[in-house]
């Protein structure tokens, strides 16, 4: 999802401190930007609210 590391890029963050802003480890963070997962609906949410997006983005 090259969308999610332009944004975060974008924030300021690592994906180590998106990561840990959230709760969740760097390599589940790293596999969302790579495709190979997709967050949960709580996890979605908390990005979503960290990158100022509508967490549906997350399920399209």
């Given at each position: ?6 944004i ?34 709580k996890t ?17």
């Amino acid at each position: 999802m090259d969308w999610l590391k332009k944004i975060r890029k974008e924030k300021g963050y690592t994906q180590e401190s998106l990561a840990k802003a959230i709760g969740i480890a760097k390599t589940t963070y790293s596999s969302y930007e790579q495709g190979y997962r997709r967050p949960s609906v709580k996890t979605a949410k908390a990005l979503a609210e960290k990158l100022d997006i509508k967490w549906t983005i997350f399920f399209k």
